[in-house]
């Protein structure tokens, strides 16, 4: 793990306070870590994005903004300031590394009421659903795998073959996928189908 903040004294107290403490192995490097313990969300501006790493951030009130930045940078646990005691960040550490999400309940909420809205002005106007695919790839995706080839496809869902075709090309080109068998494994992989 790695600790990162803007201010170096906060940054040194942290990673005393967190070393030699079990089940903890810091790490300098922020892309060796698998998880950061960000110090305020202005500490936020210095950390990449990333899907992999896991990211507790310690702050007071994050605005909505800032809750999205941070789930951009991969957070997992979000602990108030004031609740930031070395046993409290033992847990959320620990709660990361595992892939477990803890949020206080007023900042879930927030984040739902954003989901909600971005469903609603970005992803529906564009037929898209937060898998990333809209129904209608969903549903040609869900179809392959099951063995069919395009004309059945086409005839099980009432389009034209060449639907079908533009369908699939469109997602293996916006996705950056090779073929058919690419694009089931990925929407596998991720649980999209």
């Known amino acids: 793990m ?75 646990v979000l602990v108030p300031e004031h609740e930031a005691t070395t046993l409290r960040l033992l847990r959320a550490i620990g709660d990361a590394r595992r892939g477990h999400g803890d949020l206080p309940p007023e900042h879930l909420g927030t984040l739902l009421r954003g989901l909600s809205q971005l469903h609603r002005d970005v992803l529906a106007p564009r037929q898209l659903t937060f898998t990333g695919l809209s129904s209608r790839e ?26 079908v075709k533009n369908i699939l090309q469109g997602l293996l080109s916006r996705l950056g996928l090779r073929n058919r068998s690419h694009a089931i494994a990925y929407a596998i992989r991720l649980g999209l189908i």
């Open 138 to 163: 969903a549903d040609v995706l869900r179809h392959i795998a099951d063995g069919l080839d395009t004309g059945q496809i086409a005839r099980e869902l009432s389009y034209s073959e060449q639907t």
């Open 2 to 76: 790695s600790v990162l903040a803007v201010d170096p004294l906060i940054h040194a107290g942290m990673r005393s306070e967190l070393r030699d403490k079990p089940g903890i192995e810091l790490v300098d490097d922020l892309g060796d870590a698998e998880v950061v313990v960000a110090v305020g969300v202005s500490a936020l501006r210095d950390l990449p994005e990333s899907s992999s790493r896991r990211l507790v951030l310690v702050a007071s009130e994050p605005r909505q903004a800032d809750l999205w930045t941070a789930i951009g940078c991969g957070l997992a």
